[in-house]
């Protein structure tokens, strides 16, 4: 019978796209309609005298109408997708159509047709067509279609992407049957948006699902902070729904709210990071020549493609692995197409720590702006190649921040990391050397501004995290973790380059910027969060086993030294260091010198480089 009925209900909607069905449903029941005038004016068997006058109206009342209707293009609206202006238009053809047939019967009498009936039959007519494409609207409710079930959908958030969206569901039918709001604001409970009602707040979340035989819950809170959407997962994930979002703001700035704009909760989303202005515009990029080191890292394809936006002269993208760098060009190519900005990038293969290979480049191209974001960052791997780290990440550091001054570029960014606070291992014992080599050359080379930015962890950067746990998760598990009570800072990768890009304006020279990275996370949950996410059940379906730390980890990462020695700066989400970037009053450079010579000595100079460095 279910089969029966929703094989009806296709065939029916599907009626909706062909004007013709249309127009001959609209006659048929506009025919109908002059009965109806006759019979409840005089009675439900027409009298013979009037059989004729009736006839004539019913053929003639319908012609008029259709033929408006023709005209005014009603036959190619496809109504199962129809909105309030289609109705609207409707309305306003039928009434001029109403017009011209009450003008026709009022000044040329053709029939006998008396006034009361005249009336009954418009209103008739109107009731009936517009039933008629409303209906197809209504056929969707779960009915199957092409073999496939509807779902019935709550929507959290009646506000106006609530409200866009719910429109958006009724008028393109594909898998979802809206059946109502849920928002925390009281004053629109019991009320009507878009057709459905505002049921309850989300409290009342559980209790809705169950009645309502709810399978999936639409999240339409664009402007909601993680937070708002880590409480609401928190109190579905056991209820077995499925869980879909709307973007952020920003992502929805063209203002297209649709279904097709749905998608799956993500670890982003769980990670309660307020969002970060990713419209800023940085005018010192405007026009300038723009070197990025590590161009085919995450952090520095990001870098490249958001200085794109700013919109430079030139931009030149090193790399010293050749297979990073042109995946980079491929992705530009794709993304900009036969946009004039593509013209603008040269790719370079070099090793930043080859002063031969990066003084032919400063002299040839003179950049006004570096970000430094080339680095050895594998924490595990570089613990025994300290001479290693030293080469790329401080003597690499010092190459380029001294061609930069000799070459007149105006300022010079470089990333850093939070590994570099008491640093525990080499990685992080190397870039905070970098941080002291740049304070010297800072010294050196005033008309340069020199500045380090420090962050932490960034989801979905190379040898994170986050891939590793997701590979784990799709072979079954178990999924590995060093210890449960280790914590890191997390960043989304485009969050941390915008906020890169806007400490470089703030900068005038030899300060350490601190991002905002929010509140640390631990990682075992971090781990719970993305096996549930997958669909599976930490501990049941998929394993958590602990490993044990890793030479060189912390159990938790700092960002400050102290932070009574951090102020605010322009940007909220940026912060300044007090303490000076070279953080001592002896050179490294001769023991830097040393530690590349003598390879042996590197872990010893290491230590005299960096006396606050920790490790084993």
Same mark, same amino acid.
């Given at each position: 019978?279910?089969?029966?009925?929703?094989?009806?209900?296709?065939?029916?909607?599907?009626?909706?796209?062909?004007?013709?069905?249309?127009?001959?449903?609209?006659?048929?029941?506009?025919?109908?309609?002059?009965?109806?005038?006759?019979?409840?004016?005089?009675?439900?068997?027409?009298?013979?005298?009037?059989?004729?006058?009736?006839?004539?109206?019913?053929?003639?009342?319908?012609?008029?109408?259709?033929?408006?209707?023709?005209?005014?293009?009603?036959?190619?609206?496809?109504?199962?997708?129809?909105?309030?202006?289609?109705?609207?238009?409707?309305?306003?053809?039928?009434?001029?159509?109403?017009?011209?047939?009450?003008?026709?019967?009022?000044?040329?009498?053709?029939?006998?047709?008396?006034?009361?009936?005249?009336?009954?039959?418009?209103?008739?007519?109107?009731?009936?067509?517009?039933?008629?494409?409303?209906?197809?609207?209504?056929?969707?409710?779960?009915?199957?279609?092409?073999?496939?079930?509807?779902?019935?959908?709550?929507?959290?958030?009646?506000?106006?992407?609530?409200?866009?969206?719910?429109?958006?569901?009724?008028?393109?039918?594909?898998?979802?049957?809206?059946?109502?709001?849920?928002?925390?604001?009281?004053?629109?409970?019991?009320?009507?948006?878009?057709?459905?009602?505002?049921?309850?707040?989300?409290?009342?979340?559980?209790?809705?699902?169950?009645?309502?035989?709810?399978?999936?819950?639409?999240?339409?809170?664009?402007?909601?902070?993680?937070?708002?959407?880590?409480?609401?997962?928190?109190?579905?994930?056991?209820?077995?729904?499925?869980?879909?979002?709307?973007?952020?703001?920003?992502?929805?700035?063209?203002?297209?709210?649709?279904?097709?704009?749905?998608?799956?909760?993500?670890?982003?989303?769980?990670?309660?990071?307020?969002?970060?202005?990713?419209?800023?515009?940085?005018?010192?990029?405007?026009?300038?020549?723009?070197?990025?080191?590590?161009?085919?890292?995450?952090?520095?394809?990001?870098?490249?493609?958001?200085?794109?936006?700013?919109?430079?002269?030139?931009?030149?993208?090193?790399?010293?692995?050749?297979?990073?760098?042109? #995946?980079?060009? @491929? %992705?530009?190519? $794709?993304? &900009?197409?036969?946009?004039?900005?593509?013209?603008? +990038? /040269? *790719?370079?293969?070099?090793?930043?720590?080859?002063?031969?290979?990066?003084?032919?480049?400063?002299?040839?191209?003179?950049?006004?702006?570096?970000?430094?974001?080339?680095?050895?960052?594998?924490?595990?791997?570089?613990?025994?190649?300290?001479?290693?780290?030293?080469?790329?990440?401080?003597?690499?550091?010092?190459?380029?921040?001294? #061609?930069?001054? @000799? %070459?007149?570029? $105006?300022? &010079?960014?470089?990333?850093?990391?939070?590994?570099? +606070? /008491? *640093?525990?291992?080499?990685?992080?014992?190397?870039?905070?050397?970098?941080?002291?080599?740049?304070?010297?050359?800072?010294?050196?080379?005033?008309?340069?501004?020199?500045?380090?930015?420090?962050?932490?962890?960034?989801?979905?950067?190379?040898?994170?995290?986050?891939?590793?746990?997701?590979?784990?998760?799709?072979?079954?598990?178990?999924?590995?973790?060093?210890?449960?009570?280790?914590?890191?800072?997390?960043?989304?990768?485009?969050?941390? +380059?915008?906020?890169?890009?806007?400490?470089?304006?703030?900068?005038?020279?030899?300060?350490?910027?601190?991002?905002?990275?929010?509140?640390?996370?631990?990682?075992?949950?971090?781990?719970?969060?993305?096996?549930?996410?997958?669909?599976?059940?930490?501990?049941?379906?998929?394993?958590?086993?602990?490993?044990?730390?890793?030479?060189?980890?912390?159990?938790?990462?700092?960002?400050?030294?102290?932070?009574?020695?951090?102020?605010?700066?322009?940007?909220?989400?940026?912060?300044?260091?007090?303490?000076?970037?070279?953080?001592?009053?002896?050179?490294?450079?001769?023991?830097?010198?040393?530690?590349?010579?003598?390879?042996?000595?590197?872990?010893?100079?290491?230590?005299?480089?960096?006396?606050?460095?920790?490790?084993?």
């Amino acid at each position: 019978m279910r089969d029966a009925l929703g094989r009806f209900l296709y065939f029916w909607k599907k009626l909706s796209s062909h004007g013709l069905f249309v127009a001959l449903f609209d006659f048929t029941l506009l025919a109908f309609s002059a009965y109806l005038g006759y019979a409840i004016r005089l009675t439900l068997f027409i009298p013979s005298v009037y059989l004729y006058d009736l006839a004539l109206t019913a053929l003639i009342f319908p012609s008029i109408i259709v033929a408006v209707f023709f005209f005014g293009k009603q036959y190619r609206t496809l109504w199962k997708q129809a909105g309030l202006e289609d109705y609207l238009r409707f309305a306003k053809l039928y009434l001029l159509a109403g017009a011209l047939f009450t003008g026709l019967v009022t000044f040329r009498p053709f029939t006998l047709l008396p006034r009361t009936s005249l009336v009954i039959m418009l209103f008739a007519g109107v009731i009936l067509c517009g039933a008629l494409r409303v209906s197809w609207r209504l056929a969707i409710t779960r009915a199957s279609d092409g073999g496939r079930r509807f779902l019935n959908a709550l929507i959290v958030g009646a506000g106006e992407a609530g409200a866009v969206l719910a429109r958006d569901l009724l008028r393109n039918p594909q898998e979802l049957v809206p059946r109502g709001f849920v928002d925390d604001d009281t004053s629109k409970i019991g009320k009507t948006i878009s057709g459905l009602a505002v049921l309850s707040d989300t409290e009342d979340l559980p209790s809705l699902i169950k009645a309502y035989e709810i399978s999936v819950v639409l999240v339409a809170i664009p402007s909601a902070a993680g937070k708002k959407i880590r409480e609401l997962y928190d109190m579905l994930s056991p209820l077995k729904v499925s869980v879909r979002v709307l973007p952020s703001l920003q992502e929805l700035a063209g203002g297209d709210v649709s279904v097709n704009r749905l998608r799956r909760v993500s670890l982003e989303d769980l990670l309660g990071r307020d969002p970060v202005d990713m419209t800023y515009r940085c005018d010192y990029l405007r026009g300038a020549k723009v070197l990025v080191t590590g161009a085919g890292g995450s952090i520095g394809s990001e870098i490249v493609r958001q200085t794109l936006k700013n919109e430079p002269s030139e931009l030149v993208v090193l790399g010293h692995g050749e297979q990073s760098i042109y #995946l980079l060009m @491929e %992705s530009l190519y $794709k993304s &900009l197409a036969k946009s004039p900005l593509l013209s603008k +990038v /040269r *790719p370079v293969i070099a090793d930043v720590a080859d002063e031969i290979a990066m003084r032919d480049l400063f002299e040839g191209f003179r950049p006004d702006v570096i970000f430094h974001a080339a680095a050895h960052k594998h924490v595990p791997l570089m613990e025994p190649c300290v001479r290693e780290a030293l080469r790329v990440n401080t003597f690499g550091t010092l190459t380029v921040s001294r #061609l930069a001054g @000799e %070459s007149g570029a $105006k300022r &010079l960014v470089m990333i850093s990391t939070d590994k570099a +606070v /008491r *640093p525990s291992s080499v990685m992080g014992a190397s870039k905070r050397a970098a941080e002291r080599a740049l304070g010297e050359v800072q010294d050196k080379f005033k008309n340069t501004a020199y500045m380090a930015v420090r962050f932490g962890n960034v989801l979905g950067s190379r040898g994170s995290v986050v891939p590793k746990f997701e590979e784990q998760i799709a072979a079954g598990g178990p999924v590995t973790i060093t210890d449960p009570s280790m914590k890191r800072y997390f960043m989304l990768i485009p969050e941390a +380059v915008s906020l890169v890009i806007q400490a470089g304006a703030i900068g005038r020279g030899g300060e350490l910027f601190v991002l905002d990275m929010g509140e640390p996370v631990l990682i075992s949950e971090m781990a719970e969060m993305l096996i549930r996410l997958h669909g599976h059940e930490p501990g049941r379906d998929i394993k958590i086993v602990c490993t044990g730390i890793r030479p060189g980890e912390k159990l938790f990462e700092e960002l400050f030294y102290d932070p009574a020695s951090v102020r605010r700066t322009s940007n909220p989400k940026v912060f300044e260091s007090t303490l000076k970037l070279s953080g001592g009053t002896q050179s490294i450079l001769p023991k830097l010198s040393q530690s590349l010579a003598y390879p042996n000595k590197a872990p010893e100079l290491l230590r005299e480089m960096v006396p606050e460095y920790i490790g084993e």
